[in-house]
Structures are given as C-alpha cells and as structure tokens.
C-alpha cells in the first residue's frame, strides 16, 4: 500500500489516535478481540450468559466477531486505503471520533446483556445497539462510496457494494434477533460471514501481489514481479458465489463439495502465481500467504464436511482463524507501520510470534478436532489461549507505534 503524503495545511486532531481511522479502529479492534473472547470463554464454561432469554450466547459471539472485531478493523482499513486509492480525505478528529462512538457503543451495550436484565431491558439494550450500528455502518459506508463516486473509480464498486451488504446483513441480524427468528439469524450471520470472506478474497487479491513485489523488491537490483490472471479472478468471485448460495440456501453435498472444492483450486493457482522464495525471509508476506492457504484448508474442509468427514463448525472456524484472524492481523501489523512513516521492512520481533500463536489456534481449533474430537475442550483452550497471546503482543507492540505521531512528522 502506498503511503499516504501529507496536504500543504498539516491537519489537526486532538490526539494522534485520531489522525486516521486505523489508529482508533486497530487498537480498540485488538482490545476487544481479547475482552470478547475471554468473556466466550466463561460462557462456554458455564461461568457466564449473555443475551438473557432473548438470544443464545452463540449469537452474540457470532455477531461480535464479524460486526465487531473484524468491521472494526474493515473500517479502519478502509477509512485509510481509501484515501491513498482516491486521494480524497478521509475522516480524522472528532469526525472520526464520531464514526467510532457508533461502533463503541453498539459493543457496550452487547455486553451488557450479560448481566441478566429483565427480557425488556435487554430487548431496550439491543434496539439501542442497533442504532448505534447502524450509525456507524451507514456514516462509514456513506464516507467511502462518497468517495468511490468523487473519484470515478468503477474498480472499487465491489468492495463498496460488500460494505452496503454488510450493513444489511447486521440490520437483518438485529431484526431477527427481536423478533426471535430463528432461521433469519441464520441466514445474517453467515451473510456477513461469507461477505467478508469475499471481501478479503477481493482485497487480498489486490494487496498481495502489490506487497510481495515491492516487499521482495526492496534493496534489490533487479525488480521482483508475480504472475495474476483475470480469468482466475472471476472463477473466484464465481465459484465462492456459488458455493455461499449452495451453504447458506440450497445444501446440496455434490453442489457444496464442487463449488468448495473449486474455490479452493482457483485461489491455490491464485497463490501459485503469487509465490516467491523470498516470502519465507519476511514475515509480513509469509504471515498474508499461510493466511491465504489456511482459507483454501478452509474451503476443503467444507466439501469434506459435507460427507461426514468433520464438522460444519470446524470448516467455519478454518475460514474465521484464516480468513479473519490470521489475515486482519498480518494486515494490521504492516498498514500500522507504513502509515506512521516505519520501515514495513524493519517490523517489531514479536510479530513472528503472534502469527505462530494464530497458526497455533488454527492447528487446535480446526486440525486436531478432526483426528481427535474426544480431547476437543483441550483443544478448543489451547486455541482460545494462543489468540489471547497473539493479541496480547499485539498491544504491548502496536500501541505505543497507533497512538503516537508519525515519525517523518507527517499527519497521518
């Protein structure tokens, strides 16, 4: 990613945390990928409800982990990449501060409902988070495809029309849950699951490449370059269509199995075309391409799934730990750096051991279930704590690099 040049007029905000929306985005979606999954882990051992009589606990971890942690970190993001593609500017101070109070707020009020209020004041809580979600979905899908059109860019309508999709399937989720439908809460959260799968498969596919040439690139004479192919592109964004219709509304094991196994074929040649050596000496580029291999484990597991070898659960959470865990922090760990003027070269150590702990939860969480379902509780804690480890170094790395200025002594 390019790094965004400062205006003539430097701009102010209050604090530099405010300066663009992945400072205030990244380390609170951090925070809270540690605070919701202790609290999964107290529910899960009986210690803890949410959600009262109105909805399982399972909802509320599904919808806190996509409409949560991962738009968190989709909004911070792209209130920053948006500037760089478009060149209009994005929302910093209290405009910002405004956006991100939508998302604060909606995530407070979700945890409330762990103190077992009346079956009224929880339906109060929800309709008030759903509010604030949606004020912070509609400001920042309004800021972005305003943007979009400023600029003329055609090439970004499919990451805008995802965002616009990904505020309905969180309406629908809200709507389902106060009117205790069932199957409607279904169909939500795995169309924002699947929606935000596609989104990294579309953003992933224009990042990874960019990186892994200029990463590969860098002090060398001669320049690095890595094979694409529309054609592959487009069985992509085919295949992974067909098989979110096949999962989600007709399931059918033939029709799922072919349009899984498909999915996973395309963006393995995808990552062949991408591979390069190199990649294992940098762990910003190694982290992104076993991130991308874990999503096409995922998409396997999925057709195998479909014939009693493994569970739906386990594809899932192949695709969850791949997709959006080991992705969105491979990702925010480089744009944090470039975007306050480091050396995306030069990352802190402990990034090699935050990718190792979510590979780690990807072993226990998906692989050894399906060997071993009977040690599945020790599994499923040894995952648990490996994604606290990793968000834990996270923080202790990152805050102090999100939350002050730039070091070129550029806005930003």
Not at 337 to 349: D, E, Y
């Amino acid at each position: 990613m390019l790094q965004i040049q400062s205006p003539r007029l430097k701009p102010v905000s209050p604090h530099p945390i405010l300066n663009m929306g992945f400072r205030i985005f990244f380390v609170s979606a951090t925070i809270f990928a540690i605070i919701t999954m202790l609290l999964w882990m107290l529910v899960f051992m009986g210690k803890l409800s949410l959600g009262g009589t109105l909805f399982q606990p399972f909802y509320w971890h599904a919808h806190e982990m996509l409409y949560g942690y991962t738009l968190a970190v989709i909004a911070g993001f792209l209130l920053t990449a948006v500037q760089t593609w478009t060149g209009v500017t994005m929302p910093y101070g209290y405009h910002l501060l405004g956006i991100f109070a939508g998302w604060a707020g909606a995530r407070l009020l979700w945890a409330l409902t762990a103190f077992n209020f009346s079956h009224e004041v929880t339906v109060l809580l929800l309709s008030l988070a759903f509010i604030a979600d949606m004020i912070f979905m509609v400001w920042m899908a309004f800021i972005i495809t305003r943007a979009v059109l400023k600029a003329k860019q055609k090439r970004q309508a499919g990451i805008v029309a995802k965002i616009l999709l990904l505020t309905v399937g969180n309406a629908l989720c809200y709507i389902a849950i106060l009117t205790q439908n069932i199957n409607l809460n279904r169909i939500a959260v795995y169309l924002g699951f699947y929606l935000i799968i596609g989104l990294v498969l579309t953003i992933g596919r224009r990042v990874m490449p960019f990186f892994i040439q200029k990463g590969l690139s860098y002090g060398q004479s001669t320049e690095v370059t890595v094979k694409n192919s529309n054609s592959l592109d487009i069985l992509s964004l085919a295949f992974f269509l067909m098989f979110f219709i096949a999962d989600v509304f007709l399931p059918n094991p033939i029709l799922l199995s072919f349009a899984a196994l498909s999915t996973a074929l395309v963006n393995l040649l995808r990552l062949a075309g991408w591979y390069h050596p190199g990649i294992w000496k940098k762990p910003l580029l190694w982290s992104l391409y076993t991130a991308f291999l874990g999503m096409c484990a995922g998409f396997v597991l999925y057709a195998l799934q479909a014939w009693g070898i493994g569970t739906h659960s386990l594809a899932v959470h192949a695709l969850a730990i791949s997709g959006i865990g080991m992705m969105t922090v491979a990702m925010m760990t480089r744009v944090a750096l470039g975007h306050t003027g480091r050396n995306i070269h030069q990352p802190p150590k402990t990034v090699v051991w935050m990718y190792f702990m979510l590979l780690i939860a990807f072993v226990a969480r998906v692989l050894l279930p399906v060997f071993d379902m009977h040690s599945y509780i020790l599994w499923l804690m040894i995952a648990l704590t490996a994604w606290l480890f990793c968000f834990i170094l996270f923080i202790i790395s990152y805050i102090p690099i999100l939350a002050n200025e730039r070091v070129d002594g550029h806005f930003g």
